[in-house]
């Protein structure tokens, strides 16, 4: 990889950049999922490992938190914008060299920034943790290569329209940038109070609106019609769930902060856009599912097809309960408990996390022009990460509603603690099955890319998945 | 050789799948329906062991709220394998 550096773009192979983002993504899952099973463990048992003040849950959750995001997450993104923006513009990425540079760039300033974290140095703002001068590193030597490769290739391409999944790709690159900078602001400027409180929300937010969210459901567009080989069911509905993400998704972060002192008016209007997040959510798992038409024996027999689908499945109630547990009746009720951690898993490591590991899947085997190394291992890793995430989101969120329960009824802080001890051990459990999966995946990409049996030329790896 | 139908291959997709889809959307209406009931006496708000299962608590009906939905989704992928098998699978 370090050779590629100082070489000439025409010398790198091509696909390069996506194969380094991919075993890097898959890397931080595996330390992500690691450190959050970790995490759960001291929860579970509060005895375990206590007296280092680095390995406490304070500083530990904010590593597993931006670990998962900007590791894992964000790097599979990269990894599916390196090889699906050029394929659809039916061109080569704008330069492989600056995409290798960001790889390295990036796992650099996150390494950097985890370990500023771990030792304490944080900006205390639930999901910026990182401190300014990580924030503005991320946002110069991340965001903005990233934008200018995707950006690019898209205008160099050679089709003459830009098909929907490369609309929310060019989009999510540009606001994600935005979102640094502007969420950020607090930081660079000392803002304090309800401006600092509203800003950390409206960052919070619209990384998970304007970054996660599209660039995940984008991601789908590409994964189900290229392997199913059905057209997207329709291009009109894709460009409503653009815009509706672009217009709904961007306002509400008020609905964050519906007990703080803001103004009653923003709240309200923050409530109301909160619940039209179901348009682009409606929008998209019904183009997908439509898009399935006829191909659903790929839903059983087919590993991406499975992880894209039920990823689907998970949005539908992802943004049920992200569309009212907002409003203030029910905010009232599970604001501040173990709901909203299920939830917001339910987001990262269900709906989004799903989609973009058939991307990678997809992605690896294509670039590399190698068949996945164990299909049995590819069923574990799904199994693993289906049943472990299910263990953890269900227990969580009945942990949850004893907690909002405890809550209204008053019931003494500790009472509450001992009721929802079993769930913490399910959510260790949980944890542990994910992070489980995730070494089994690492290991057969890693068997993949060395002893994988080649593809021949034409032929697109699920067809080859049962041959041997 | 017949090919198994897609309920066949699919049923613990069809089992994990339709209980967490449904269970989610069941959180939702749960804790709709009980804030808009509002609560009962302090020993029904249903948080220890298997009071949180009792449906007569706060907690408890959520979760049995919960069940259901999730039952109910297990249900609706059951029968929508079943109409895509014989689409798809045609002898």
Redesign the interface.
């Known amino acids: 990889m370090l050779k590629y550096l100082m070489a000439k773009n025409e010398d790198i192979p091509s696909g390069s950049a996506a194969v380094y983002f991919g075993f890097s993504a898959i890397t931080w899952f595996v330390i992500g999922t690691g450190l959050g099973a970790f995490n759960a463990a001291k929860l579970a048992f509060p005895d375990f490992v206590t007296g280092l003040e680095f390995l406490s849950f304070g500083h530990m959750r904010q590593v597993h938190v931006h670990a998962v995001i900007f590791g894992w997450i964000s790097q599979a993104f990269a990894m599916a914008m390196m090889y699906i923006t050029p394929a659809l513009g039916n061109t080569k990425l704008w330069s492989e060299k600056l995409g290798i540079w960001n790889v390295i760039l990036w796992n650099i300033g996150l390494s950097l920034g985890l370990t500023v974290l771990w030792f304490g140095m944080t900006s205390g703002r639930e999901y910026s943790d990182f401190p300014w001068f990580i924030d503005l590193y991320i946002a110069t030597f991340i965001f903005i290569p990233l934008g200018i490769n995707v950006w690019m290739t898209i205008i160099n391409r050679r089709t003459q329209g830009i098909y929907t999944t490369n609309w929310f790709f060019a989009a999510a690159t540009f606001m994600v940038i935005i979102v640094f900078i502007v969420g950020n602001l607090p930081e660079f400027f000392h803002l304090t109070g309800l401006t600092e409180a509203y800003l950390t929300w409206w960052f919070a937010h619209n990384v998970l609106g304007l970054w996660i969210t599209p660039v995940a459901a984008a991601i789908a567009y590409y994964t189900i019609p290229k392997v199913t080989g059905n057209p997207l069911y329709s291009h009109r509905i894709g460009h409503l769930h653009f815009w509706s993400v672009v217009v709904f998704y961007s306002t509400p972060a008020a609905h964050h902060l519906m007990s703080a002192p803001l103004p009653e008016w923003l709240k309200s209007f923050a409530s109301v856009e909160g619940v039209l997040i179901l348009v682009p959510a409606i929008a998209f798992v019904s183009n997908i599912l439509l898009t399935m038409q006829?191909?659903?024996?790929m839903?059983?027999?087919n590993l991406e097809v499975?992880f894209t689908v039920?990823g689907c499945?998970?949005a539908?109630?992802?943004n049920?309960?992200g569309g009212?547990?907002q409003t203030r009746?029910?905010n009232?009720?599970?604001h501040g408990t173990g709901?909203i951690v299920a939830h917001a898993h339910?987001a990262l490591l269900g709906f989004s996390t799903f989609l973009e590991v058939a991307a990678v899947y997809l992605g690896l085997q294509t670039i590399l022009k190698r068949k996945l190394y164990s299909l049995t291992l590819g069923n574990i890793h799904f199994w693993l990460l289906?049943?472990g995430f299910?263990t953890y989101?269900?227990s969580m969120?009945?942990a949850g509603?004893?907690q909002?329960?405890?809550k209204?009824?008053e019931?003494p802080y500790i009472?509450?603690v001992i009721?929802e001890h079993?769930y913490m051990i399910a959510r260790w459990i949980g944890g542990s099955l994910v992070f489980t999966g995730n070494c089994f995946w690492l290991y057969n990409m890693w068997m993949t890319a060395r002893t994988g049996t080649v593809i021949p030329e034409g032929r697109m790896p699920h067809e080859l998945a049962y041959e041997r | 050789m017949q090919k198994k139908s897609?309920s066949t291959?699919?049923f613990w997709?069809m089992i994990?799948?339709g209980?967490?889809?449904?269970?989610?959307?069941g959180?939702?209406f749960g804790?709709?329906l009980?804030?808009?009931l509002g609560?009962g006496k302090?020993g029904d708000?249903?948080?220890?062991?298997g009071e949180?299962y009792n449906p007569v608590t706060?907690?408890g009906f959520?979760?049995w709220c919960?069940l259901v939905f999730g039952f109910a989704y297990v249900v609706i992928l059951a029968i929508a394998?079943k109409r895509?098998?014989a689409?798809?699978?045609v002898a």
């Open positions: 006829g191909k659903w024996n839903f059983v027999e499975r039920t499945l998970m539908i109630p992802l049920m309960q009212f547990q009746a029910i009232w009720y599970i709901w339910l289906l049943i299910t989101w269900v969120t009945i509603l004893i909002g329960a405890g209204i009824y019931v009472d509450v009721a079993p | 897609i291959r699919g997709l994990v799948g209980m967490l889809t449904g269970m989610g959307n959180s939702v804790a709709t009980m804030c808009f609560r302090f708000w249903g948080g220890w062991m949180a706060f907690t959520i979760d919960m394998f895509h098998d689409l798809e699978n």
